[in-house]
């Protein structure tokens, strides 16, 4: 049965709070539950800044296949209507949990074991050949741990004038306290960059399954990716508790 939030926790809910000095200014952020109203904006998010900057859809220019970035929109906006996305903003210092600037989101969701697999929404060449890597590591991972129930995500980012303050970590901190507000007790994830990789890592996340992205090239020619910055793909999980 495909998971559907519970009305007994409160809808949006903020998760997690913390802050960063910079230029000398303390500067507060908090993370709370992405709103309907914010689906349009995330969604462009996503096409012009997730899609232009993650390894993969940077190394295929996702951005150039119209058919891929309409199936990437249907894929999140489906994401979206599980409400369970997170959304991080930097707090207005006169009025608490006013947000004062968009900074970064995590495309977070719940998946069952008997889930039917999102195989049909995806549409387009370039976004299905990412989908199926991912989806290989994701395969290859669930051979050392298959949870009945987990959190996965299809898509961290951090808005570039944000990036370089560890923010992403926080972001997947926030996933443990709403993880247990529903009785979620893994979070899984396929980590495509070494910046998220490192985040991931100082959460306490810990592979299932790594490969380096020359290798993903051999298990099907398709999966060939042009990527300097990061030198593997990483399946990783963390237990909440
Ligand atoms: C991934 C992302 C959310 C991280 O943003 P962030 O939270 O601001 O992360 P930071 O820039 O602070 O980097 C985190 C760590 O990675 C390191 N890092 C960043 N880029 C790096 C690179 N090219 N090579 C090596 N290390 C790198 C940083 O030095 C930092 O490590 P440190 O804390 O030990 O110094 C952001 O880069 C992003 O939105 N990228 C585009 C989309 C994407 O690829 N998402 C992840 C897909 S899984």
Redesign the pocket.
């Known amino acids: 049965m495909p998971f559907v939030r519970p009305d007994t926790v409160p809808f949006p809910s903020i998760w997690h709070r913390f802050e960063r000095v910079k230029d000398g200014r303390t500067r507060k952020f908090f993370v709370q539950d992405a709103t309907e109203d914010m689906f349009p904006f995330l969604l462009d998010h996503m096409v012009e ?2 899609c ?4 993969m ?2 190394s295929l220019d996702i951005n150039s296949e119209p058919e891929s970035i309409e199936g990437m929109e249907i894929l999140w906006r489906h994401i979206l209507e599980g409400k369970m996305v997170i959304v991080c903003f930097e707090e207005d210092p006169e009025i608490p949990g006013k947000p004062l600037r968009f900074v ?1 989101c995590n495309m977070t969701y719940i998946a069952e074991k008997d889930d039917p697999t999102m195989d049909e929404l995806i549409i387009g060449e370039k976004w299905k050949t990412i989908y199926d890597a991912v989806d290989f590591c994701g395969r290859e991972g669930s051979k050392i741990l298959k949870p009945d129930r987990y959190m996965g ?1 299809m ?6 004038r ?10 997947l901190d926030a996933r443990i306290p709403l993880c247990k507000a529903f009785n979620i007790p893994w979070t899984v ?12 890592l ?1 959460c306490k996340f810990q592979n299932l399954f790594e490969i380096s992205y020359d290798d993903l090239e051999k298990v099907d020619p398709r999966f060939k990716f042009d990527i300097k ?2 030198k593997t793909i990483r399946q990783m999980y963390r237990q909440v508790e």
């Open positions: 800044a997730f232009r900057n993650e390894p859809c940077k970064g995500a898509g961290l980012s951090v808005l570039q944000f990036q370089g303050m560890s923010i992403g970590k926080e972001i994830t396929c980590f495509t960059n070494i910046a998220s990789q490192k985040l991931a100082k910055s990061t």
